[in-house]
């Protein structure tokens, strides 16, 4: 940093100053907004029976509500079985889906063409109940009945959340249990066209949100109340709920991962939020940005922060072909000043979909920990992350973008535009 207090980057990293990506892979309008939702449903439970396919596996029982929706669109009471797994979908191979559902919400879903049949659970309330032990067997009959009907004499069987009586009760029915959770996050990584536009949908109801968050900012205002600001917009929009409450400022942006709180916003000081949205159809948005609070400038030391994240987006945008190795996004990724390291964000980059999801692509120090290796696909969406801030700092930076993988680089499905005067781009 210069004596203006502005940061003086180290020589071999000037060149990357201000890359931004650019060409029809990034610039193009070719992300579609509308879709048939018979074609997107048929096109994610074709991608899951080509997975069961090549798995091997006879049919699977879908207890985790991500999961349960991108199978067949069906959704009813998400949060109460985010927590409380007892509704739950079988899927074979060949033959009828059939929902066992929490009982008299039936109707929810049965008007779905991916949905051919609906019963009633045999482990509702079996939990609170202390009943798991009683309701293993009932459960385990069942589903063994439907693959010996459905499976042609397969008896592998792949559960999401993969509970030790369900299995149990499984395998005393003479099934081989396997939790297939990772095979489905895998193969939901590769995004429909369908998808895509899902996601594009999401993210615009999103921004939206954030606009709104963004008029709201004033010396006097909360967190919280801005965080009711983004939470309202985001049900207006079409969305459905925020998983995190990730929005902090001034001391409280540094470190990272500071809750929304009571406290009031001063002048001069930075307002750090992520959207972590669970968004319109389902899909996640998950796009970061940091803002000044008025009245005045921001400071040297709040610009040069916000131009080094706002760099690190971009660069590690920039990289990104299909065909790369994780591994190899991990090694070439912007390369973090160390008094800025101990604070990285976890991931270089990570998926999305129906939330943050396949692959998670931790920086090159942590990957043999974090990460596994693989090959980045066009139709992956992925988020670019960024926090700045060192120990014990007065503030910190957070900017996070994005993007699908097309054939040739990634195109951006986050528009929101960044701060002129903390880019240094104002006078």
């Given at each position: 940093?210069?004596d203006?207090?502005?940061?003086?980057e180290?020589?071999?990293m000037r060149?990357?100053?201000?890359?931004?990506?650019s060409?029809?892979?990034?610039t193009s309008?070719?992300?579609p907004?509308?879709f048939?939702?018979?074609?997107?449903?048929?096109?994610?439970?074709?991608?899951?029976?080509?997975?069961?396919r090549?798995?091997?596996?006879?049919?699977?029982v879908?207890?985790?509500?991500?999961?349960?929706?991108?199978?067949?669109?069906?959704?009813?009471m998400?949060?109460?079985?985010?927590?409380?797994?007892t509704?739950?979908?079988?899927v074979?191979?060949?033959?009828?889906?059939?929902l066992?559902?929490?009982?008299?919400?039936?109707?929810?879903?049965?008007?779905?063409?991916?949905?051919?049949?609906?019963?009633?659970?045999?482990v509702?309330?079996?939990?609170?109940?202390?009943?798991?032990?009683?309701a293993?067997?009932?459960f385990a009959?069942e589903?063994?009945d439907?693959?010996?009907?459905?499976?042609?004499?397969?008896t592998?069987?792949?559960?999401?959340?993969?509970?030790?009586?369900?299995?149990?009760g499984?395998?005393n029915?003479?099934?081989?249990?396997?939790?297939?959770?990772?095979?489905?996050?895998?193969?939901?990584?590769v995004?429909?066209p369908?998808?895509?536009?899902?996601?594009?949908?999401?993210?615009?109801?999103?921004?939206a949100?954030?606009?709104?968050?963004?008029?709201?900012i004033?010396?006097?205002v909360t967190?919280?109340?801005?965080?009711?600001?983004?939470?309202?917009n985001?049900?207006r929009?079409?969305g459905?709920?925020?998983?995190?409450r990730?929005?902090?400022s001034?001391?409280?942006?540094?470190p990272?991962?500071n809750?929304?709180?009571?406290?009031?916003i001063r002048?001069?000081e930075?307002?750090?939020?992520?959207?972590?949205?669970?968004g319109?159809n389902?899909y996640?948005?998950?796009m970061?940005r940091?803002f000044?609070?008025?009245?005045?400038?921001?400071?040297?030391?709040q610009?040069?922060?916000?131009?080094?994240?706002y760099e690190?987006?971009?660069?590690?945008?920039?990289?990104l072909?299909?065909?790369?190795?994780?591994?190899?996004?991990a090694?070439?990724?912007?390369?973090?000043?160390?008094?800025?390291?101990?604070?990285?964000?976890?991931s270089?980059?990570?998926?999305v979909?129906?939330?943050?999801?396949t692959p998670?692509?931790?920086h090159?120090?942590?990957?043999?920990?974090?990460?596994?290796?693989?090959?980045l696909?066009?139709g992956?969406?992925?988020?670019?992350?960024?926090y700045?801030?060192e120990?014990?700092?007065?503030e910190g930076?957070?900017?996070?973008?994005?993007?699908?993988?097309?054939g040739?680089g990634?195109?951006?499905?986050?528009?929101?535009?960044?701060?002129?005067a903390?880019?240094?781009?104002?006078?």
């Open positions: 940093m210069n203006s207090g502005n940061w003086t180290p020589k071999e060149a990357h100053l201000d890359v931004v990506p060409g029809p892979t990034m309008d070719s992300i907004m509308h048939d939702p018979k074609t997107l449903r048929a096109g994610r439970l074709e991608r899951l029976r080509a997975m069961m090549e798995a091997d596996l006879a049919a699977v879908l207890l985790d509500p991500y999961n349960q929706r991108y199978a067949t669109g069906s959704r009813n998400f949060g109460y079985f985010l927590r409380n797994s509704r739950y979908i079988y074979p191979q060949e033959g009828p889906v059939i066992f559902e929490y009982p008299g919400s039936a109707h929810v879903s049965t008007h779905l063409e991916t949905i051919d049949e609906a019963r009633t659970s045999k509702v309330w079996s939990s609170v109940n202390a009943r798991d032990t009683d293993a067997a009932p009959e589903i063994a439907l693959v010996r009907q459905h499976g042609g004499g397969a592998k069987i792949g559960l999401d959340r993969c509970f030790h009586l369900l299995a149990v499984l395998e029915q003479g099934l081989t249990v396997e939790d297939c959770n990772a095979r489905i996050l895998w193969t939901r990584a995004k429909t369908e998808e895509v536009a899902c996601l594009a949908q999401s993210m615009a109801a999103s921004e949100a954030v606009a709104a968050v963004e008029r709201q004033r010396p006097g967190e919280q109340d801005l965080f009711a600001t983004m939470y309202e985001v049900i929009g079409g459905e709920f925020i998983e995190t990730l929005l902090n001034g001391p409280r942006t540094n990272w991962f809750e929304a709180s009571s406290r009031p002048p001069g930075m307002v750090d939020l992520d959207t972590d949205t669970i319109c389902g996640y948005c998950d970061s940091s000044h609070c008025g009245p005045g400038r921001p400071t040297g030391y610009k040069m922060l916000y131009q080094m994240a690190q987006v971009q660069y590690n945008m920039s990289i072909k299909p065909g790369m190795s994780f591994r190899e996004i090694q070439k990724a912007w390369p973090i000043p160390e008094r800025f390291y101990d604070l990285r964000y976890p270089v980059i990570h998926g979909g129906m939330h943050g999801e998670m692509i931790a090159y120090g942590d990957f043999d920990r974090f990460s596994n290796d693989g090959i696909q066009p992956m969406v992925v988020s670019v992350e960024s700045i801030g120990p014990n700092g007065p930076i957070k900017l996070e973008d994005e993007v699908v993988v097309t040739d990634v195109e951006l499905l986050s528009k929101y535009p960044y701060d002129d903390l880019l240094g781009r104002q006078v």
